[in-house]
T-cell receptor, first 113, second 114 residues
Framework: EADIYQTPRYLVIGTGKKITLECSQT?????MYWYQQDPGMELHLIHY???????EKGDLSSESTVSRIRTEHFPLTLESARPSHTSQYLC????????????FGSGTRLTVV | QQQVKQSPQSLIVQKGGISIINCAYE??????FPWYQQFPGKGPALLIA?????SEKKEGRFTISFNKSAKQFSLHIMDSQPGDSATYFC?????????????FGTGTQLKVEL
């Protein structure tokens, strides 16, 4: 079954730790995205990739970094987590044309204590 | 700067009623307008979408009305059901650089009561 997977679903981590949020999709989509979702629901684009070895920063400034070494894999890394990074992180993919929309994962809820 | 404004923030509708959510956008370069539905613990899922050269699109109980001159669009849910209780996001798509980026509205929490 084609899908998009995010792990872990929940993560509680101490300040200063390095973390990587995993995102994988089995649909062969070229386009992948990371959104940060506020507790108040709003979604903000923080990173996107239109293909292997191509990554761009989104509209919301983020201290995280991403990589795209394989089509199916788009991990997000925080080198030194801080409480301000506490949020829900949603990964999405798209075949490219706007009419197909995005397929979102179920998200990772990150809490930095 | 909020490029896509959405209202209301929350909405309570009786079963069988009509739910209406409104959005307005600023950037005339947006070229596609989808709506997403999000249930607790899940990511948003594409519900329905409209092109800017179309004034209305209907899929089952869900209808988008689009007013290009006013830069506004809305989602109507007819015969609302408790299973429609979810958060709804309008979005606007911008095509550039070989792909498209979505800008989302702030979301509307819909509760349909029995």
């Amino acid at each position: 079954e084609a899908d998009i997977y995010q792990t872990p679903r929940y993560l509680v981590i101490g300040t200063g730790k390095k973390i990587t949020l995993e995102c994988s999709q089995t649909m062969g989509h070229d386009k992948m995205y990371w959104y940060q979702q506020d507790p108040g629901m709003e979604l903000h684009l923080i990173h996107y990739s239109y293909g292997v070895n191509s990554t761009e920063k989104g509209d919301l400034s983020s201290e995280s970094t991403v990589s795209r070494i394989r089509t199916e894999h788009f991990p997000l890394t925080l080198e030194s987590a801080r409480p301000s990074h506490t949020s829900q992180y949603l990964c999405a993919s798209s075949p490219g044309h706007k009419v197909y929309g995005y397929t979102f994962g179920s998200g990772t809820r990150l809490t930095v204590v | 700067q909020q490029q896509v404004k959405q209202s209301p923030q929350s909405l309570i509708v009786q079963k069988g009623g009509i739910s209406i959510i409104n959005c307005a956008y600023e950037n005339t370069a947006f070229d596609y307008f989808p709506w997403y539905q999000q249930f607790p613990g899940k990511g948003p899922a594409l519900l329905i979408a409209i092109r800017p050269d179309v004034s209305e699109k209907k899929e089952g109980r869900f209808t988008i009305s689009f007013n290009k001159s006013a830069k506004q669009f809305s989602l109507h849910i007819m015969d609302s059901q408790p299973g429609d209780s979810a958060t709804y996001f309008c979005a606007a798509s911008l095509t550039s650089g070989g792909g498209n980026k979505l800008t989302f509205g702030t979301g509307t929490q819909l509760k349909v009561e029995l």
